[in-house]
C-alpha cells in the first residue's frame, strides 16, 4: 500500500496468516461492507452480491465507482475497475485472513492493500 511501515509489516508477517480461498473469499465478501486501503481504493466499499462494488455502500453512486466489480478466479480476488479511457483493469490478489474481519490482499507475493 501507500505506507512503507505497513508494507513491510505486512511482508515480514505474512506467514503468520492463513491463506482463504474460492467459497471462504466470497462468504467474507458477499454483500459487506469494508474499508480499504490501497492504492486507488481508499475508502469503504461495499461488496454486492451482483459482483459489483459501491463506494460507501451507496447503491446510488455515480461516476467510474459504479464499474468496480469482484469475482474469486482460479482461488484469487480479482478486483476490476474502469479507466476514464474505458479500459478494465483488474488487480488478482492472494486473500488472507489476518484476524476476524481483517484480510490481507496479496498480488505476485507483495501486500497489496486491506480489507477491514
Known amino acids: 500500500f501507500r505506507k ?3 508494507n513491510e509489516y505486512f511482508q515480514n508477517h505474512m ?10 473469499i466470497t462468504t467474507a465478501l458477499n454483500g459487506r461492507k469494508y474499508n480499504v486501503s490501497e492504492n486507488g481504493w481508499e475508502g ?4 454486492e452480491e451482483s459482483k459489483k462494488i459501491y463506494e460507501g455502500g451507496n447503491k ?3 461516476g ?3 464499474k ?7 482461488n484469487k480476488l480479482v478486483l476490476s475497475w474502469v479507466t476514464s479511457k474505458g479500459e478494465t483493469k483488474s488487480n488478482y490478489c492472494e486473500v488472507y485472513l489476518v ?3 481483517t484480510y490481507l490482499l496479496v498480488e505476485d507475493s507483495k ?3 486491506i480489507l477491514y
Open 4 to 6: 512503507k511501515v505497513a
Open 15 to 24: 506467514s503468520e496468516y492463513t491463506k482463504i480461498t474460492g467459497d471462504e
Open 44 to 47: 469503504t466499499f461495499r461488496f
Open 60 to 62: 446510488y453512486a455515480v
Open 64 to 66: 467510474y465507482t459504479n
Open 68 to 74: 468496480r466489480s469482484w469475482k474469486v478466479e482460479d
Open 99 to 101: 484476524k476476524e474481519g
Open 111 to 113: 501486500p497489496f492493500g
